[in-house]
């Protein structure tokens, strides 16, 4: 009985490495995929879009033809679960938050930002000052190529001082406010609220 236990335990902690389809980047280490749910957005270009509201001086609708139009950056970074495993010198390419900000002359009233996945389900909230002041980034190529589904294309939230579980797949809105709201994670399995390594 536990032996069949410690089998069952097994072959569980290593389903989201064994379930890794094959055209995903294996080198440096390889991402394991997890999801909330089963349903993984599947955007197209032209009907994806990231809407910024809440306490800002005005609401903003950023669609992805409008990407170029933004300073661009490119960070080489380590990407860190919290469950323990790790990707080495990850090139990821997008856009600043504060880059975005100051493009669009956006400025809040708020403390806290909540950034909300288009699996409509899950959610992490972050200052604002993790946001706009310490290199927040919004994702949208990964190792020189466009990210896949599985990894939240077509854009996800990425913090380089941040465990993954803060980095927001399949980021469709930023709702800044004066309360925090508290996370999917933080509500479900005890983690940090503020995610540092």
């Known amino acids: ?5 410690a089998i069952g335990g097994s072959v569980r902690w290593l389903s989201p490495i064994l379930s890794i389809p094959n055209d995903l ?17 599947r955007y197209e270009k032209e009907n994806w879009s ?6 800002v001086n005005q609401s903003s609708i950023v669609k992805l033809e409008d990407v170029p139009r933004f300073p661009q950056t490119t960070i ?5 679960c919290v469950t323990g495993w790790s990707v080495r010198s990850v090139e990821m390419k997008g856009v600043l938050l504060k880059d975005l900000f100051n493009t669009l002359q956006l400025n809040t009233t708020g403390q806290y ?5 288009g699996d409509q389900l899950y959610f992490d909230s972050f200052t604002v000052e993790q946001l706009l002041n310490e290199e927040a980034l919004l994702v949208f190529e990964l190792d020189g190529q466009p990210l896949k589904h599985v990894q939240g294309f077509p854009c996800r939230l990425y913090h380089p001082s941040l465990y993954g579980y803060k980095s927001v797949k399949w980021l469709e809105r930023l709702e800044f406010t004066k309360e925090r709201k508290i996370g999917y994670w933080q509500q479900s399995g005890g983690y940090d609220v503020n995610g540092y390594l």
């Open 25 to 41: 980047p294996k080198r440096k280490g390889y991402f394991r995929i997890y999801n909330v749910t089963n349903n993984i957005p």
């Open 50 to 55: 990231l809407t910024i509201d809440g306490l």
């Open 76 to 80: 080489i970074t380590d990407f860190h």
């Open 1 to 5: 009985g536990i032996f069949s236990m």
């Open 113 to 117: 930002a909540t950034a909300y996945s």
